[in-house]
């Protein structure tokens, strides 16, 4: 989340125009098809089947003139989110498909989806060429001018004329940006230019699959929010995702100025390994095995060089390298690798201590953190009984094991913006803290409920918990914090979660042809709605915490409840399942010892002020283009920073000088030094995070309040006999 929306504004061409389903890029430019393939048309033969089959699908819709009109709306909004490219004039001519695409995806004569996109492709060169013409001018900054940047809810401009004024007024924006940041004329109109020709490139270089996904998206997400369909590429990126691991060299790439840039190195990878690679080098060429032909990379999508690159463990790939330091002709130098399998480090658990000062009586605490970003599970790994497997509740485990031999006196998990996973995962990882019993309810399309319980004996962890959740964190996270909320197992702290209570399952389009090589791709079909132990859905409401923090982002704004057709709330008969505990009698006192602290935190304040700035600014929708209020506003930003630094180091908190400078440099991710910004994004990482700190001084709030009152540990922990040692 960032702090001051006004500082970070973005221009209409990138923030808001360029569909995230689509920018991608290619070494091709004439790669686009003129017309679907035949597996395209088999393709969406076989999603329709699915999508309407209430065997499969939780809610099928019929694909009728009804539908054909909201498929139609869904592939412009996702083209043209921003209506930054597209006149009404444009959008209406397309109503002659407005009552045709159903029966084209059912025949699978999806052309009317290239054709649309070939319209699109048009207007975007134009509106380009406009923006990089309005470059070659002078700018003023004196007038009253505002730039509305957020156009989710405008109407489609009336014709090229208001586009044109739109893109100048975002022009302007840029440059201002940039002249704030201290650029010269000369660099900012290079730098801009350069932006725009590749905003152009991302769309003139597309390929006819992802135009067709970004199709058949529209078909599927008018069924229900987050059914999918994903090409065969697409499939093997979320497989390798939710799998947590890959075969290859452990590096993430992106592209900046034609080149693929290494951002990343895996810890443990063999690009990390080797010695010979770091943040910043750029890969000129790529070759396979010891002999290969060395294909030239420069200009390619970064997913094309990427598939390059991985390849089974144990092979070898040659890479022809030119260093961060090296100017681009410099002669490469030659590295060669031995593929491996790759854990991807960052979307692991991580486990760190807080240590709670002694305070009103109480001692000094230890409180271990686990942060679990994502319910991966490499499932082939496990079907193959590889017991190295990733596994999200194995690690989870692991750590809980260390924090017992350590006699911490309570853990917090925290799940903030992890978005689910494995379903499986989420009950064996709750199955750490209950001691057998339900975990979610699951019902199918035609009513059948079954339950998902731990069958295990035994708990990883008997002591203290609390579970810390956000607006971010949804579907098996919600699995979690509801069964534990359930149980009353531990505190729930933090924000109501997304509200995400569908499950989905994969399904693979080529299994009933049978093909040897993936040609059709997967659905990421919704087959069940999930329920709490005690029967109640967190879809649309998601998860209340029992100790709230400020609200950051506004349920109108981001989560399921946003989704204009999402399932409503509801619920199923309650399971029968062990309460541990009622934190009720407690909460009280947790939430007046919160606002008393938290009230002389001064991090904790300044997340809180941040928070209400954010939401001032973004209810603007628009921004100044005046210099001087400009130049205030973004005076006053920097003042309040240089202050903040200044009270940490009164009060002896540490602050990386890679953080000290953080003022709007104007620029885009891709167009900052690679090195330095991953070095600012580890030292962030290192930052005291008030949230967390806070969570676990509330967690130590309810030990110490059990521990001296009996009578209220009586109330709160019923089961604490058998289950839980929260009382000293």
């Known amino acids: 989340m960032t702090s001051n929306r006004t500082l970070l504004a973005l221009s209409l061409g990138l923030a808001l125009a360029a569909p995230l389903a689509l920018l991608a890029r290619s070494a091709d430019i004439t790669s686009l098809p003129s017309a679907p393939t035949a597996d395209q048309a088999t393709t969406s033969r076989l999603v329709y089947g699915l999508l309407s089959d209430s065997r499969y699908a939780y809610r099928p819709r019929a694909l009728d003139d009804a539908m054909s009109k909201d498929v139609l709306k869904r592939y412009l909004e996702s083209l043209d989110p921003g209506k930054v490219f597209l006149t009404a004039q444009d959008v209406a001519s397309f109503n002659r498909y407005s009552t045709t695409l159903d029966d084209a995806i059912k025949g699978g004569q999806v052309e009317p989806g290239w054709a649309i996109f070939a319209l699109y492709r048009q207007r975007v060169d134009q509106r380009i060429g406009h923006a990089r013409k309005v470059l070659k001018g002078e700018f003023d900054f004196s007038g009253d001018e505002r730039y509305e940047y957020d156009r989710e809810d405008a109407p ?45 490139s991302s769309v003139d270089e ?23 369909y994903l090409t065969p590429r697409s499939a093997a990126n979320f497989t390798m995702t939710i799998s947590n691991s890959l075969e290859g060299i452990g590096a993430v790439l992106f592209k900046q100025d034609d080149v693929i840039v290494i951002r990343e190195l895996v810890p443990g990878g063999p690009a990390m390994m080797s010695g010979k690679l770091k943040p910043g080098d750029r890969i000129v060429g790529v070759g396979q095995g010891t002999s290969g032909e060395m294909k030239d990379v420069i200009g390619w999508r970064t997913d094309d060089a990427v598939e390059l690159i991985r390849g089974t463990a144990n092979t070898q790939v040659r890479l022809d390298i030119v260093s961060a330091e090296a100017p681009m002709d410099a002669k490469p130098a030659r590295v060669v690798l031995t593929r491996a399998k790759v854990r991807l480090e960052d979307a692991r658990a991580k486990a760190e201590t807080i240590t709670l000062p002694a305070a009103d009586g109480q001692p000094a605490r230890r409180i271990g953190v686990i942060k679990l970003p994502g319910f991966y599970q490499d499932f082939e790994a496990r079907r193959r009984n590889d017991d190295t497997y990733a596994s999200a509740s194995k690690d989870v485990e692991r750590m809980l094991g260390e924090f ?20 499986s995962e989420a009950v064996e990882l709750t199955g750490l803290f209950i001691d057998k019993g339900p975990v979610v309810q699951v019902r199918e399309s035609g009513g059948r409920v079954s339950v998902d319980e731990d069958r295990k004996t035994g708990v990883a962890w008997d002591g203290p918990l609390a579970v810390l959740v956000n607006r971010g964190s949804a579907s098996a996270s919600e699995i979690v914090a509801g069964a534990i909320q359930d149980y009353g197992r531990g505190l729930i702290i933090g924000e109501t979660s997304f509200g995400k209570g569908t499950v989905q399952n994969m399904v693979d389009l080529d299994r009933w042809p049978a093909n040897e090589e993936p040609r059709f791709g997967q659905v990421k079909l919704t087959i069940a709605q999930f ?80 928070v209400r700035t954010f939401r001032e600014e973004q209810a603007k929708k628009s921004i100044s283009l005046n210099e001087a209020e400009r130049r205030a506003e973004r005076d006053s930003f920097d003042a309040k920073r240089k202050q903040r630094i200044e009270e940490r180091k009164k009060l002896g908190i540490a602050l990386d000088p890679l953080l000290e400078g953080r003022s709007d440099d104007g620029l885009q991710a891709d167009e900052r030094n690679v090195a330095e910004s991953v070095a600012r994004e580890e030292a962030a990482k290192k930052v005291t995070d008030p949230l967390l700190r806070e969570s676990a001084a509330i967690l130590g709030d309810a030990i110490g309040l059990l521990g001296k009152d009996a009578k209220l540990a009586s109330q709160v922990l019923p089961e604490a006999r058998t289950q839980g040692h929260w009382v000293d």
Do not use: C
């Open 404 to 423: 017992r031999t350590q006699k911490m006196d309570g853990v917090v998990l925290d799940l903030r913006g992890n978005g689910g996973g494995s379903l």
């Open 156 to 200: 489609w401009a009336a014709d090229d004329a208001e586009l044109n004024a739109l893109w100048t007024k975002s022009v302007r924006n840029d440059w201002l940006r940039l002249k704030l940041a201290g650029k010269q004329p000369d660099e900012i109109r290079k730098t801009l230019d350069k932006r725009y020709a590749n905003l152009l």
């Open 531 to 610: 329920f709490r132990p005690g029967g109640s859905s967190t879809q649309n409401k998601g998860v209340v915490p029992d100790v709230s923090f400020p609200t950051s982002v506004d349920a109108s704004e981001y989560g399921e409840s946003t989704y204009d057709n999402a399932l409503p709330w509801t619920r199923i008969a309650a399971v029968p399942h062990v309460q541990y505990g009622n934190f009720a009698p407690l909460l009280g006192q947790l939430d007046a010892r919160h606002d008393a602290r938290s009230a002389k935190d001064v991090e904790f304040q300044w997340w809180v002020e941040d």
């Open 206 to 228: 597309l390929k006819g699959e992802e135009v067709f996904q970004t199709f058949l998206n529209a078909y599927a997400g008018a069924i229900d929010p987050h059914t999918d």
